[in-house]
């Protein structure tokens, strides 16, 4: 199920994350108690919100998660403020100076790079090479057949919702140094990572990652020759064009599954 409430998600944990370096000092601390707080805020946000929602009526679900971006992002709001925050960097986020000059690129776009690369090939393997991946694609792609299997969907659902929150808890701490924190900082990546995810394939892992690096590159053209409030309207009619071209998007995979 696609999920508008994701950055919601990952803006309130990378807040808790903030507030934690702020009291310890300690980036890395910071860093797991987001992961921690993203796994609970991804169960809480399914068990009360979620799995009611959905047994009512499926698209309502997609809606629902709207509501929960807009209530996450006002409890932002009251716990912390509207005025943005900075988040400072682990390591210096200033372009590499070698053989004489400045590159445009930073320590900390490496370790962001480093970072991401791990989460995809990890969770690649655990999706394609684990009884656990399996059972988990198995109850999203058709869980009345992954019940007579044996495999037990709740359980299944709520792993799958607390993951998704780590994950993007682990963006949320990411992201936040590159610009500052505020509870609407992250609603263009909304559009962004939706755009990029569609173009990949809503159900591939590789092709999401892959074109939200193409994605980036093409936004990071467009502000750099125009004006940078060009970005979202360019994002949004590469969804338009995909969507009429290629709707299942270009690493989607067949229908078909053998487990």
Known sequence: MVNFAQVGQAMFTTFISLWIYESSGSWLLALFVAIFAGAILGLVVHLLVMKPVHRADASGAIIATFGVLIALQAAAGMIWGGDPKAFVPPVANSGLEFAGRIWPVSWYDLLIFAVTSFLVVVLSYVFTRTSFGLAMRASALNPEVARLC??????????????????????????????????????????????????????????????????????????????????????????????????????????????
Not at 159 to 185: D, F, H, Q, R
Not at 190 to 214: E, M, N, P, W
């Open 150 to 259: 044996g495999v037990r969907v709740s359980r299944m659902l709520i792993l799958g919702w607390a993951l998704a929150g780590s994950v993007g808890a682990i963006a949320g701490v990411l992201i936040a140094p590159s610009a500052t924190l505020s509870p609407n900082s992250f609603d263009l990546l909304l559009v962004f990572a939706f755009t990029a995810a569609v173009i990949g394939g809503l159900d591939s892992l590789v092709g999401a990652v892959a074109f939200g690096v193409g994605t980036g590159l093409t936004l990071s053209l467009v502000t750099g020759y125009s004006d940078a409030s060009n970005a979202p309207i360019v994002s949004l009619a590469l969804l338009v064009v995909i969507l009429l071209m290629k709707p299942d998007g270009f690493f989607s995979q067949s229908k078909s599954r053998v487990v």
